[in-house]
């Protein structure tokens, strides 16, 4: 079955930084796309950023230019690089995990528990 764990998130000041990490385990998709979404009380969840198998990135619109995407050094690993913090960005960011099928235009997501990030003075 496949496991995905978020670590880094915390409490930081706006403006500051934050690096949220993800690893997943029993993946067995030779294609597979990873990304960030956040939450807060109340909402729907909201795509933050994807970066796809050949590690091309896209970003939400609210986080354009001061999150950063990356694919980390071990498979199945997605790091996000968040600066310039807002307190609108608090919210539980959850990583996900899109596994291509190789035999037809098919995928299945799987998510990570989730870790909060919260930004305040």
């Known amino acids: 079955q496949v496991q995905l764990v978020e670590s880094g998130g915390g409490l930081v000041q706006p403006g500051g930084s934050l690096r949220l990490s993800c690893a997943a385990s029993g993946v067995n998709y030779s294609i597979n796309a990873m990304g960030w979404y956040r939450q807060v009380p109340g909402k729907q969840r909201e795509f933050v950023a994807v970066?796809?198998?050949?590690?091309?990135?896209n970003y939400a619109t609210s986080v354009k230019g001061r999150f950063t995407i990356s694919r980390g050094d071990a498979e199945n690993t997605v790091n996000l690089q968040m600066d310039s913090l807002k307190p609108e960005d608090t919210a539980v960011y959850y990583c996900?995990?899109?596994?291509?099928?190789?035999?037809?235009?098919?995928?299945?997501?799987?998510w990570g528990q989730g870790t909060q990030v919260t930004v305040s003075s």
């Open positions: 996900n995990l899109r596994g291509y099928s190789l035999h037809g235009p098919r995928y299945d997501d799987y």
């Open positions: 970066i796809s198998g050949g590690g091309n990135p």
